[in-house]
């Protein structure tokens, strides 16, 4: 799922801006249900994820409401597809249960953006832990398209080495010497009210979990003494 942000990007519509009116909007949890067996090995998914409503725009609705189906959709498919993996991993006749549990947490909601993390735990019966995947998306309300860290700092040039630094400095504090040929590319982040985050940089089930969290206004006197 690790590029997942960028490929449901083709599922909304592209365009300009959509004139939109002062609005209070909602978010509702859409329910994940789903089920599948194959011999004794069972497969569920449970949990949910959010849907937005009550934008002045319907077609921005639109949008954001349908890349986050694709991601439910992609979520649906990998249980049904899972026990019929799990049967060439298990002894003849034996009989297991695979758990897949999703849940949401929005992060920033404005009149400007949508910003959220989806975290998917899969619980193998017997297993020492989960196996967790975390995906993010952050949403321009005005057009209801992703926005990726290149278009968030379109007019910054030079905020990959100040986000690196970021990242340095964290391990530095946790006093973690990480391989670089475990690191995932820097592009998964979530925004909060004061706060630029990165998630999802390495490839290892222990570091998993592992934000840096970059002040916003931190980045932004970085980038103007560099001017």
């Not at 497969?43 to 409503?53: D, F, M």
């Not at 979520?75 to 297991?96: G, M, Q, S, Y």
């Not at 309300?141 to 860290?149: C, D, E, V």
């Amino acid at each position: 799922m690790k590029h997942f942000f960028f490929a449901i990007s083709v599922l909304t519509l592209t365009g300009c801006s959509i004139d939109m009116e002062e609005t209070h909007p909602v978010v509702e949890q859409v329910f994940l249900q789903e089920e599948a067996s194959i011999e004794g090995i069972t497969c569920v998914l449970e949990g949910g994820y959010p849907h937005i409503k009550d934008l002045s725009s319907v077609q921005v609705e639109i949008n954001i409401n349908a890349a986050l189906d694709a991601f439910a959709n992609l979520t649906k498919e990998n249980v049904r597809d899972c026990p019929a993996k799990l049967l060439e991993l298990t002894e003849d006749d034996a009989e297991t249960r695979d758990t897949t549990n999703v849940q949401y947490d929005v992060k920033l909601l404005n009149a400007d953006m949508f910003s959220l993390t989806l975290l998917t735990s899969q619980m193998f019966e017997g297993a020492a832990h989960p196996n967790n995947s975390i995906e993010a998306f952050t949403f321009n309300l005005s057009t209801g398209q992703p926005i990726t860290l290149a278009e968030y700092f379109a007019d910054t040039p030079g905020y990959e080495e100040i986000l690196e630094q970021a990242i340095v400095a964290a391990l530095q504090r946790e006093d973690m010497d990480i391989d670089p040929e475990l690191r995932n590319p820097t592009e998964k982040f979530y925004l909060t009210v004061s706060s630029l985050v990165l998630v999802d940089l390495f490839d290892v089930h222990a570091l998993k979990g592992f934000e840096v969290s970059i002040p916003i206004r931190e980045i932004e006197l970085e980038l103007n003494s560099e001017e």
